[in-house]
């Protein structure tokens, strides 16, 4: 990891309108939990349901989305990549930089305001940290996917969009099979195996979800690195 | 020293040919790569900078490949045509960063002497996103300087600029040139590579056009008149005695000057001063009219 490009990239986070955005998303999942508890106590099988559709099926997707591909998607688009590609760093340490950024990223917006949602609707401990858990396995493969998207194509967010909305949600929920290549089954996996059971749903074995979340972590981040090292530039002719 | 080597090089982006089997070596001091917008400099330069592979040939660098070889980028710096950079940035932060990017030991040290070269240190706590475009290529030349490179490629760098910055980054890329720098910069504008360039390459619709000092360039090109502007003792007999020889096409009496049309420059240079002091005529003045890089360019566009 390089420094200089956390650096770069944390700035250039913060100071765009998509970190406005995120926390816009934190805020309002926090808002929704402070609601629900305030307009009566809700059951713990109860906040796992809500919470599993609310954080797990629809932030997350969004949250990785907006994060991933913003940590190069806007330079590349810009053309101000061309500084960071001009010095002698290897592409795969600018890969991993900017994913360190945006999965800190992901557990400072995502994670935590997840986890806290379900201490403020009155979840225990467990199953807190089994959503927290489980919604950092699904942030942090987001992230990748999605950088990955935005060295790859220039229309990342409309395809990642049709991704989360058409995968995720249509595809994933009517046809079984394509649960295994769903990000939120894998998380959900995740988060059934550390909560009560009983408590969370999911359509994959523990075994394949957390070898399809590492091995597919790791299979694009190492492929972002090699499509970064390849990236030609528009040319103004 | 180093010197970058462009070997049968071609660049297509589906059906268009933005450069065309082009061969080129590109060693110290001032080279300028001139051509028409469109003509496939940028796309050039993006090739020598290893930011695109060509579709056919090579480019290295003292040997050694450009394209996916990151090394490249302790001996080249890169002064890009686009504006974009960390807008949110100030200067002297931009700088520093490259210097860090680059690994220097002391970036802090590094930058301040790069924006110092490029007179941009009063500016460099405001935020680039503030600059004229001007500034923001003075502190794009400065990251590009802050390690010392070897090799700088300069795309269209005076874009932007006003006459006294114009003046400063001539200067300033003559001072490189002299210390046996390697320096190629784009232009479309002829007066900038004609006062700056020692070497000159044209470019034409993606294809090599010509090669060498613009003065031998022009000189090559026998088949296309070369105009010059005489003032002498008697107009009249001097032009009679030129057109008296096969190596002047046409003449022209113009007020106290003579125009001459050369058909053959080497023949006329020898043939003039013969003529005229076989006449008994004095010559005040002799100009080649048409001289100016953007004749010979003209030119080459024609052809």
């Known amino acids: ?237 | 020293m180093a010197t970058m080597q462009i070997e049968n090089c071609s660049r297509w982006f589906g059906n268009v040919v933005a450069v065309n089997d082009v061969t080129m070596t590109i060693g110290p001091g001032i080279t300028g790569l001139l051509g028409p917008n469109g003509a496939g400099k940028s796309t050039l330069i993006h090739m020598l900078a290893g930011f695109l592979p060509p579709s056919a040939g090579t480019v290295t660098l003292d040997g050694g490949p450009v394209w996916k070889n990151h090394d490249v980028y302790r001996t080249i710096g890169i002064v890009p045509e686009r504006e974009a950079t960390y807008d949110s940035l100030t200067g002297r932060q931009f700088v520093v960063a490259s210097a860090e990017l680059h690994g220097l030991d002391d970036a802090g040290a590094a930058a301040s002497r790069a924006l110092a070269t490029v007179a941009m240190e009063d500016a460099a706590h405001r935020k680039i996103g503030d600059y004229s475009k001007g500034m923001k290529q003075r502190v794009k030349m400065a990251s590009a300087l802050v390690h010392d490179p070897a090799v700088l490629l300069l795309d269209e760098p005076f874009n932007g600029m006003d006459p006294r910055q114009r003046l400063h980054l001539i200067e300033l890329l003559r001072r490189m040139g002299a210390e046996g720098r390697t320096v190629l910069f784009s232009s479309h504008i002829l007066e900038e590579v004609e006062q700056l360039a020692s070497q000159i390459e044209v470019l034409i619709a993606g294809r090599y056009a010509a090669s060498g000092d613009y003065r031998e360039i022009r000189r090559l090109m026998t088949d296309r008149p070369h105009q010059y502007t005489v003032i002498s003792s008697d107009n009249r007999i001097l032009a009679a005695a030129l057109m008296a020889d096969g190596s002047t096409a046409a003449v022209r009496l113009d007020g106290d000057a003579l125009r001459v049309d050369a058909s053959e420059f080497l023949r006329f240079a020898e043939l003039l001063p013969l003529v005229a002091r076989d006449a008994g005529i004095r010559l005040y003045e002799v100009t080649p009219a048409d001289e100016s890089l953007e004749s010979v360019f003209a030119y080459l566009v024609e052809k």
């Open chain 1, 1 to 237: 990891m390089n420094r200089t490009v956390l650096r770069l990239t944390a700035q250039a986070m913060l100071g765009g309108r998509r970190m406005l955005l995120v926390s816009a998303m934190a805020v309002v999942l926090i808002g929704l939990a402070l609601l629900v508890r305030i307009l009566g106590d809700m059951s713990e099988p109860d906040i796992a349901g809500f919470l599993q559709v609310i954080s797990l099926a629809t932030l997350m997707p969004l949250f990785g989305l907006i994060v991933g591909t913003g940590t190069i998607g806007p330079e590349i688009d810009d053309g101000s990549i061309i500084h960071l590609l001009s010095k002698p760093v290897p592409r795969p340490v600018i890969i991993h930089s900017k994913l360190a950024v945006a999965v800190m990223a992901t557990v400072a917006f995502a994670v935590v305001p997840t986890a806290l949602a379900a201490l403020i609707m009155g979840a225990s401990g467990s199953l807190a940290l089994a959503l927290a858990v489980g919604s950092l396995a699904a942030g942090a493969v987001y992230c990748v996917m999605f950088m990955l998207l935005a060295i790859l194509t220039r229309h990342a967010v409309i395809i990642g969009l049709g991704y989360a909305l058409i995968w995720e949600s249509l595809v994933g929920s009517l046809v079984p099979g394509a649960r295994n290549l769903s990000v939120q089954q894998w998380a959900l996996a995740v988060t059934d195996a550390l909560a009560t059971p009983g408590l969370i749903t999911a359509h994959v074995g523990l075994v394949l979800a957390v070898t399809l979340i590492i091995g597919g972590f790791v299979a694009a981040t190492w492929y972002a690195g090699s499509r970064l090292r390849v990236l030609t530039l528009a040319t103004e002719d």
